[in-house]
């Protein structure tokens, strides 16, 4: 692994393989690169793979004042540029929707193709008030005992009865340990996204391709309204937020086909 220094934080990254097209993975909140590995194995062959730590996450700085999804989208697009990426397919889990997201309205000339992964179930759709007031629960106690928040909230929200206990330590651990700082804003942020991906969805020049879980459903709706360049959803059964982990070979499938889609769109080779 390598690392590159913008401003402050130092951001941790792994280029492997070789092609014409380049895969940037980004993880989502409290995770790592690490957690595509199984992805930078199978894909590695044939594409350029290129995975980052965000800051604040793995092994890059946590040298930061401000923890925002335009923040990280800005990281996103310095690795880009500094490593001269062209051809760029994004893929994102989980938050890391938003920030690819901002990444690709604000920069879209990199950008051939968008893909989350788990993320985007009720895009631009404001919480209803029972929601509200359990995230504004969590962003209450989070910021008293964050540990135990964020273990709670994976949990409810993130894991479900089925997840293999090994693959919820993992997550859980990770959970625990996430810096403080950022971990509270980016929380909050987290449940406010609504208007965000209200404003921006509509200026995605490309395609909304999803792989959701099917753990917790997708408003279509919603897509429908504001994906105005068109979405494509396909879902994974039987595992909850972290696909990677528990279900690698599938997601692999799934992305090989959202992929060649995306070739076909583009007449990339």
């Not at 062959?45 to 730590?53: E, S």
């Not at 008030?129 to 964050?146: C, E, G, L, S, V």
């Not at 404003?199 to 897509?223: F, K, V």
């Amino acid at each position: 692994m390598e690392e590159i220094k913008k401003n402050n934080p130092v951001i941790n990254w792994q280029i492997t393989g070789e092609g014409k097209i380049v895969l940037l993975f980004v993880h989502g909140a409290f995770i790592d690169q690490s957690y595509w590995q199984n992805q930078v194995d199978y894909f590695s062959k044939n594409y350029t793979v290129v995975t980052i730590d965000l800051p604040g996450h793995g092994k890059s700085g946590k040298e930061r004042i401000r923890w925002t999804i335009e923040n990280f989208a800005e990281d996103v697009i310095f690795v880009v540029r500094e490593l001269n990426l062209k051809n760029v397919i994004l893929i994102g889990h989980s938050i890391a929707g938003d920030i690819n997201l901002v990444a690709a309205t604000s920069n879209p000339s990199p950008f051939i193709g968008f893909i989350g992964i788990d993320n985007f179930k009720n895009a631009a759709t404001p919480l209803t008030p029972d929601y509200r007031q359990q995230a504004d629960a969590i962003i209450d106690n989070i910021k008293t005992d964050f540990a135990a928040t964020c273990e709670q909230y994976a949990r409810v929200a993130l894991l479900t009865p089925q997840t293999l206990p090994q693959v919820a330590n993992h997550v859980i651990g990770d959970y625990r340990k996430a810096l403080h700082p950022m971990g509270v804003e980016i929380i909050e942020e987290s449940f406010n996204m609504d208007k965000l991906e209200a404003r921006l969805l509509p200026n995605l020049q490309l395609t909304l391709h999803l792989i959701n879980a099917d753990y917790m459903p997708t408003n279509e709706e919603a897509l429908k309204k504001y994906a105005t360049n068109g979405y494509d959803l396909v879902e994974i059964k039987g595992t909850s937020h972290f696909p990677m982990l528990e279900s690698p070979d599938e997601l692999n499938r799934f992305l090989e086909q959202t992929i060649n889609k995306i070739k076909i769109a583009n007449t990339v080779a």
